[in-house]
């Protein structure tokens, strides 16, 4: 019984997933005829790629695509920097006030960017930046950078301070945080030692925040 | 390994420089593009602010304006029936999917991942698609050709055409794209209920409804309401599929916030009454996150 249910239920998501994108994927074979006439609808039939050849050399496509990575990769480099020295920070760091910078940056990932975009557009004009790619390098991060550093808050608490200790104690005079943070690069199956501090108290319902960590990390990306 | 209380007051004090120091990038960036334009922001909702001309103070004006005016009251409706119609569905969807993926013992992780492609896929791209999977023409609507392949339909229905169908597909749309979060946020719920909770209610003779609503919802309890209210504050701020998809309308079918303050503000270039209409979030997104605070943040200590 539970076994049939879970094969149709697997089947019925599976096709509610994958049909859309094989929607789009077969429409992207066609050719403006074939579609125009609806003719094969489900397959692509003849099969063409002059859909993606006439994008390459008859469209912009290849700057477009060069603006995508740019901005991604200046974005992802301001965030990581940003994102994981605050992290490390709120994280591992005792300073007054951690609390509420914690819960600041929460805020801050929940404030919507429609009520950003208006203001923020006179901003990046009055800097000069519109019209320029630099102005998506400003913008993104006012959403990439609270959730990353949100989410290597909890990657930061889930590693076991003993790497950390054991790294200061070793140093000549147990030297500053900041040396361990930087200089070590512990692997997570390397180090499975529970600590005070790791997270694993019976049921723990922020675990999906953190077990997920790819998958909303993605947002940084694409969003 | 040194227990930390047993450092002095000095590597105490070195510490929070420490810290300062690592948090100057964050506050620097979080002060000048976010609490700065934030500001701004409010300031503009006090003006008269169109392009072109300097602002005027004009009070409360705009809230008073937008407190009449039918496009906005339609538009706080539009925005109710959008979220709370697909977070619920989500909630039910995610809560399904995470029950079958529960149930797979091979291939779960592969599963998992492959049922996140939404998720990962650009917003922009998941808008375009379910508008052409809704279009009216059969050579590009999907569910009007299949329909009419299956002779439950006898002419194409366009969706997009009427203010319902447009608002069901952008609920689609929105649904789709996020309900896997919740099926593996509930899956990573699930997981973590004991397994002897189960074994000692089949003991007893409890079914697998029972074990269903006694055991497995109360342990997902805390997931649910935290990704609820994620979910509520994001979707009621959408913008992407709205914009794509149909633009507000037909009419001001599906116009919500955010939207509406982009058409306020870009189309009709009345900068201070588009920057109120997103204000007008503000006192709901101050629930959620209070809300969301009190569960994310007991979580964290």
Known sequence: MTRALTWIGLVVFLLLILVPFWWIASMSFKTYEQIQFAVSIYVPKPFTWENYTGLW?????????????????????????????????VARLRFPGREAVASLILILYLIPPALLFIPLYRVLTELGATNHLSALFLSYPTFTVPFCTWLLIGFFKALPEELEEARSSTAPDGSPPSSACCSRSPRRDSSPRPSSRSRSRGTNSSMPWYSFRMRRGSRCRWD | VRPRSRRGIGARGRETGTALLFLLPLFVLVVGLIFYPFCRALWLSLTDKLVGYPERFVGLRNYAYLAQDDAFQQVVRN?????????????????????????????????????????????????????????????????????????????????????AGAMAAVVIANWWR????????????????????YEAASVDGAGSVRRFWHITLPGLKHVIIVTTLLSFILTINDFNIIYVMTRGGPGTATQVFATYSYQVAFGQLRWGRGVTISIFVVPILVIGIVLISRYLLRDRR
């Open chain 2, 178 to 197: 996020a309900f896997p979060f919740f099926g593996v946020s509930f899956l990573a719920g699930m997981v973590s209920i004991p397994r002897e909770l």
């Open chain 1, 57 to 89: 050399t008859e469209t912009r496509f290849p700057l477009w695509l060069r603006n995508s990575l740019v901005t991604a990769l200046v974005v992802t480099l301001i965030t990581s920097v940003v994102a994981s020295l605050g992290g490390y920070a």
């Open chain 2, 79 to 163: 925005s109710v029936v959008f979220t709370v119609a697909s977070v619920a569905l989500k909630v039910v969807t995610g809560l399904a999917m995470a029950l079958v993926l529960n149930n797979v013992v091979r291939g779960r992780n592969f599963l998992r991942g492959l049922f996140l492609l939404p998720w990962i896929t650009s917003t922009v791209i998941i808008a375009l698609t379910w508008r052409w999977m809704f279009d009216a023409f059969p050579g590009r609507g999907f569910i009007n050709s299949f329909l009419l392949d299956l002779g439950l339909l006898s002419q194409p229905i366009a969706f997009m055409a009427t203010p």
